[in-house]
DNA sequence: GCCAAATATGAAAGTGAATTTCATTAACGA
DNA sequence: TCGTTAATGAAATTCACTTTCATATTTGGC
């Protein structure tokens, strides 16, 4: 428990690392809603929306719009440490992108539960199936959808 | 080449008897916009989003509003022999569905070829994820986005 | 620290696709 | 054929972004 801590509190670090650099290399501006935002974002759940963000930022930040946050996760996205995903229920989520890592979602149709995994052999056979094609993959997307263990009880 | 073709109008025929049937069982009404736009469905791409389709069916059938489409292919994917997806570029597109059948898709990113796939091992490793988190699979969705083998010329 | 130039912010307006409304029209079934 | 019920098309509305614009901040150079 105390070293999942430690390294939580490190990746933490090393993401408003990397999210900072990307604003100097760009020739833009540390902001305190920036800072504000990014801090929020990575103690967060792994799936915010603009809304779900703006929503919690607005309790301690109401000064901060709606088109910042919007525009703060776009940013987060182009520097890496953030990650568009849809699960096709008309919103755009930001998931923490963890480096060199791609995991895949299980959603439950029922309670919205959203649950992370990995699976080497799969990613695999889709470059199998890819290069059966010629077809060079850039990114994929596997989503499982169904009822959780918690909602079919 | 021959049997291919009769097959196809068989699975046509196939596809219009359930529509159909589901029309009925719903007492609902069969009209003639929804046996064009059937027809249209039918015979077209197998990825179609509602605007697609309703430029398609513009030419002969100026009168048929978009609105009409939009609930056809609604009433469509309701009756089974439809299903919606999302290739996450902001419009739905409608799929034919084959009987018993799922295919995944290879989305070219620089052109917008769709290509599909099946396989057996990866759906089956898909099931071993899910039980091992006690979930059960309604649906699921897989694509793998990158070059198509045209583009990589 | 102060200034000028450049970027960021927030409120509001604009977009584009999807969805709904509503007056009118067309099917179905007795 | 008639009456009831559903379908249609045009237009309005909704929703989730996305952009605009006037104002405010930040930053690098004196």
Avoid: W
């Amino acid at each position: 428990m105390k070293i999942t801590f430690i390294i939580e509190v490190l990746v933490k670090r090393a993401k408003k690392k990397i999210f900072h650099d990307f604003i100097t290399h760009k020739g833009l501006k540390t902001t305190r809603q920036r800072d504000v935002i990014l801090d929020a974002f990575l103690s967060s759940d792994r799936h915010m929306s603009i809304e779900d963000l703006y929503l919690k930022l607005r309790v301690k930040h109401p000064r901060i719009g709606y088109a910042t946050v919007y525009r703060t996760l776009k940013l987060f996205a182009e520097s890496g440490i953030a990650r568009e995903i849809q699960f096709g229920d008309g919103q755009t989520r930001y998931e923490h992108v963890a480096e060199g890592e791609h995991h895949d979602h299980l959603v439950c149709t029922h309670c919205g539960a959203i649950i992370e995994f990995e699976n080497e052999t799969i990613e695999k056979l889709q470059s199998e199936v890819a290069d059966s094609y010629g077809f060079i993959i850039e990114t994929h997307k596997l989503e499982l959808y169904g009822i959780c263990a918690k909602c079919r009880k």
